[in-house]
């Protein structure tokens, strides 16, 4: 039967999407698994003579750590971030400065954020970049050979350590939990296909399954002509997406209108995008996005089959179907038959 096929297949694909998802998100917990076990513990103390013996920030599991020191100074050496426009440049930010901190009979490289220096940062143990040194620590130890022997071969990254960790937390668990809430309710609709979407659509125009007849024999009819995604037959217009179905009968309309979107790069016209907006009585409603030319043909064929309903868009009707919908029903019911009417009227008078 169409409606449990539709029903299926949409609840198949919410249930493989939001698997993946899910199975993606797990994947990235586990592959940073020791950066999260030391985001979420947060930093611990180091002693200085444990720092004194390391010889790579490898050597430490929990490399999340809290180092004091006796002395501080900056080392003059900047992180500056350039923003550039029209390849001119507009400004500049400093994202990070680079401290020595003297750790008893030892030296440690500090990446801080920009400010005061003192005495404990808390940051990440990493390897020190090629370029520090080869612009800091060889010159440093060239001009002061009793201070450069004294650097630890590694630095500590106390300026942007925690950015990674809220962006994987602050994404990832809202992330996680919609697939799960997801999967959850995919597994719920696969043992209860009405509650499904498409087969709640379909339940407001009658009898589900004998409607989901009529429409599976239009669509096996090969009568029906489509417009983008949008398919129209002599009855029922369907359009199927990836985790529902949209269904309507054809004279439930009630409002269609044209919708142009303009788009634009700094104020710079780039183009404009055309779709048809279809609302029926039943408060279904779909916005498709097509050519222009199929836009206007698909409105010619619409305005000689449900010459009732309301084409055109006013921002009163707007605020009336959002305010009171019933009532733009009630108008476009009436209008249905007055057409009656006028069309019984006109064939009395031809017999």
């Not at 050496?77 to 003297?102: C, F, H, N, P, W």
Request: charged share 25%.
């Amino acid at each position: 039967m169409w409606v449990e096929h539709e029903a299926r297949r949409a609840n198949r694909n919410l249930m493989v999407i939001n698997g993946l998802m899910a199975a993606a998100l797990v994947l990235t917990i586990v592959l940073n698994f020791r950066y999260c076990i030391n985001f979420l513990r947060g930093a611990e103390p180091i002693t200085a003579a444990e720092l004194a013996n390391l010889k790579s920030p490898g050597q430490r599991w929990r490399n999340f750590v809290t180092v004091t020191g006796d002395k501080v100074a900056k080392a003059g050496y900047e992180d500056i971030e350039e923003r550039r426009r029209g390849g001119q440049l507009v400004s500049t930010e400093v994202k990070a400065e680079y401290i020595y901190l003297k750790v008893v009979d030892k030296i440690l490289l500090v990446k801080a954020s920009p400010g005061e220096t003192r005495l404990g940062y808390s940051g990440e143990l990493t390897p020190t970049e090629e370029r520090i040194q080869n612009d800091l620590l060889r010159p440093f130890a060239a001009k002061q050979p009793e201070l450069g022997a004294m650097m630890l071969p590694f630095t500590l990254n106390a300026a942007d350590y925690r950015n990674n960790g809220y962006a994987i937390f602050g994404i990832a668990v809202p992330l996680f939990a919609l697939a799960l809430w997801n999967l959850l309710k995919a597994v719920r609709r696969s043992s209860e296909l009405e509650s499904a979407p498409v087969w709640k659509s379909l339940s407001a125009f009658g009898n589900a399954q004998q409607l989901s007849q009529q429409i599976e024999a239009e669509l096996q009819s090969g009568g029906m002509r489509t417009y983008g995604k949008l398919q129209i037959g002599l009855q029922w217009m369907v359009r199927r997406k990836m985790f529902s179905t949209w269904v309507s009968p054809v004279g439930d309309l009630a409002w269609i209108y044209k919708k142009i979107t303009k788009h634009s790069v700094n104020f710079i016209p780039t183009g404009k995008t055309y779709s048809v907006i279809l609302v029926g009585r039943h408060r279904q409603r779909t916005e498709e996005q097509m050519k222009e030319k199929t836009v206007n043909e698909l409105l010619a064929e619409l305005a000689g089959r449900v010459p009732w309903a309301i084409f055109g868009f006013d921002q009163k009707l707007d605020r009336a179907w959002r305010k009171d919908p019933q009532s733009v029903v009630s108008a476009v019911e009436s209008r249905y038959q007055q057409y009656k009417s006028k069309t019984a009227a006109a064939v009395a008078t031809t017999s």
